[in-house]
């Protein structure tokens, strides 16, 4: 029976269709062998280059799908900046070529030059370094680009743009405008405008190669004291560079009383100190001498001059991306098995120094700010930002006055210091919208820790509050008095000026954290993301509206009365009595700045649930 069954069943087919198996399961036959199609390699650096694209059309489409107030914002802020410089560039390209003679074509333009890509390559070399340590060895992104079978070299390069193209944008908004002025100052030819963008994007390449690799090297062979390690060279490349810019000044500047004919002697003295930036080995005197010979119109000179550039530069950047093949994995999985780990723990001396200056505050706050102050020094994409523009603003202050040959006429030192105030009042609102606010969302899923503490959730928001506050106090009113100090103020503004700036200081963190309660992201873990979106765009331009109404009301009555009355004159009548009454409305702003967004910030974290 059974084998007629199977010789039926073979005769008259399967009643059901059958399902085969996909052709590459199917084992050949020797009738019917089964071809495979050959397997096409995948093109790495196209792959990410698409990556790149969507990453950036992403970014954008959020940005502007979320709100459009702070990319309109960005771009007025840009545009006033940009007009703002190509303005005070070109008259004083103007002004060296009319009236004091100087050839555009010269030997102190082309140093000027020269000293402003070496500035920028300085400043490339460490912002690099540091942008690409937060992103190749600490980011979520990384460490899933090398789960994938993709080569190491291919992940280095696509966070080598990224970083370098992040912490080079500063420069084109701020060194484009100048070489624009100086075009148009020297009457260049058309093409010298078109030689921009070439000679800008090849140069970067040096120092953002050199800061990649120095990175690498750090990682590799010294994890366990890199920190250390960056700390000490900043600190002796800042105290090397006061000294050099302290005792140029000193030997450049004419004394008070002395003749202008000294003049030619202290200029002759400045272009010897400088004179290293003049060096045929120096890759900011290619780009300057390539720039010069393009507003002369010597096509071939300045075809020559960016041809070193760009060959130099890429040379350096495929020496970069060779290390990178042999050391980035390397240094990634030191840091991710424990290359990082210390042997002793408990925090570090700069914590217990923090923890001993609060005796005032509550204990729990004071751990609180004591976490807040640890979780801010470990992450050098934060500190580092701040550091760098701290000690650009010292290097200005402590030798604004000594760039002047003679005294400084009253106006000048007057509007001076109230610039100086505005900028100190823009690092301030920086500082606050861009660490300060992200705080509380950054907590995460991890949040529920915290309401588990012995403390009421008011003591949460009153601590990042206390923690905001005393680095904004020692940072900006540092910055202020050196300023006014430096300018020789009278007392009485330098007395309402630190005033204003500890209102702003206060006002803006309560501002920061109150809107960062009441607006909190605990899904996102990337601050600037944080920083970007609605909450983060409402807190900038609160920000700024509160910065514009305490600068008007507690500063721009001194400064208004003193531009048209020295101190030497006396106080006009109206004078006391507007500033007073200026001051005591700023004071009630800035109150109204910390308590309003604070209470409704811990209303708001009353009534969440974890």
């Not at 570090?348 to 923890?355: G, S």
Request: charged content about 15%.
């Amino acid at each position: 029976m059974n084998e007629r069954a199977e010789t039926n069943l073979e005769a008259e087919g399967p009643p059901h269709p059958v399902t085969l198996s996909p052709p590459h399961l199917v084992a050949p036959s020797p009738c019917h062998p089964v071809t495979l199609s050959p397997r096409v390699p995948v093109n790495q650096a196209l792959l990410f280059h698409r990556l790149r694209l969507r990453v950036q059309s992403n970014s954008w489409r959020l940005m502007f799908g979320q709100s459009s107030v702070r990319p309109a914002t960005v771009l007025v802020c840009s545009v006033i900046v940009w007009a703002f410089v190509f303005s005070v560039s070109f008259l004083g390209f103007r002004t060296l070529k009319d009236v004091l003679l100087v050839p555009i074509d010269g030997q102190i333009v082309g140093l000027l030059i020269a000293l402003l890509f070496l500035a920028l390559g300085v400043l490339l070399v460490f912002s690099t370094g540091l942008i690409l340590y937060g992103s190749l060895f600490t980011a979520p992104e990384t460490a899933f680009l090398l789960s994938k079978p993709v080569a190491a070299d291919h992940v280095f390069a696509y966070k080598f743009h990224g970083a370098v193209g992040f912490s080079s944008w500063a420069f084109l908004l701020l060194g484009g405008p100048i070489l624009i002025a100086y075009g148009l100052a020297c009457e260049g030819p058309w093409y010298f405008y078109l030689f921009l963008p070439p000679f800008f994007l090849g140069y970067v390449l040096l120092p953002g190669s050199l800061g990649a690799l120095l990175c690498l090297l750090l990682v590799n062979f010294v994890p366990r004291r890199r920190k250390e390690v960056v700390g000490v060279v900043l600190a002796a490349l800042v105290a090397l560079a006061g000294l050099w810019v302290y005792r140029l000044i000193q030997e450049a500047r004419p004394g008070r009383n002395q003749a202008l004919e000294a003049m030619a002697e202290a200029a002759n003295t400045l272009l010897n100190r400088f004179s290293f930036a003049r060096s045929a080995w120096m890759p900011s005197r290619w780009v300057a001498q390539g720039l010069q010979a393009a507003g002369q119109g010597e096509l071939g000179k300045t075809c020559y001059y960016l041809a070193l550039v760009w060959s130099n530069g890429l040379l350096l950047y495929l020496l970069t991306t060779f290390a990178a093949r042999k050391l980035y994995r390397r240094g990634f999985n030191r840091l991710t098995t424990g290359g990082d780990l210390r042997r002793r723990y408990g925090g570090l001396w700069m914590d217990r120094l923090l923890d001993t200056c609060l005796p005032f505050v509550h204990h729990g706050t004071r751990l609180l700010i004591v976490k807040d102050f640890r979780t801010f020094r470990r992450d050098p994409q934060q500190w580092a930002q701040v550091v760098l523009f701290s000690g650009l603003l010292v290097l200005y202050f402590t030798n604004i006055r000594r760039l002047f040959i003679t005294d400084i006429e009253w106006p000048y030192q007057n509007g001076i210091s109230a610039l100086n105030l505005c900028a100190i009042a823009l690092l301030l609102c920086t500082y606050t919208g861009r660490f300060i606010y992200p705080l509380l969302s950054l907590e995460g899923r991890k949040f529920w820790i915290l309401g588990l503490l012995p403390l009421q959730r008011d003591q949460l928001l009153w601590g990042k509050f206390a923690f905001s506050t005393t680095g904004g106090l020692l940072i900006a009113e540092s910055l202020m008095l050196i300023s006014d100090l430096m300018l020789e103020m009278p007392w009485d503004a330098i007395v309402l000026h630190l005033l204003t700036v500890a209102v702003l200081a206060a006002g803006l963190s309560g501002l920061s954290v109150g809107l960062g309660a009441c607006m909190p992201n605990f899904r996102e873990t990337d601050p600037s993301k944080i920083a970007v979106g609605f909450g983060g765009t409402l807190n900038l331009v609160a920000g700024l509206l509160f910065l514009l109404v305490v600068l008007g009301l507690m500063a721009g009555p001194w400064h208004g009365f003193r531009a048209m009355h020295k101190p030497e004159d006396g106080a006009p009548p109206l004078m006391l009595p507007m500033v007073l009454l200026g001051a005591a409305a700023g004071l009630v702003v800035g109150a109204a700045g910390v308590l309003l967004p604070l209470r409704a910030g811990a209303e708001a974290l009353r009534k969440m649930e974890f």
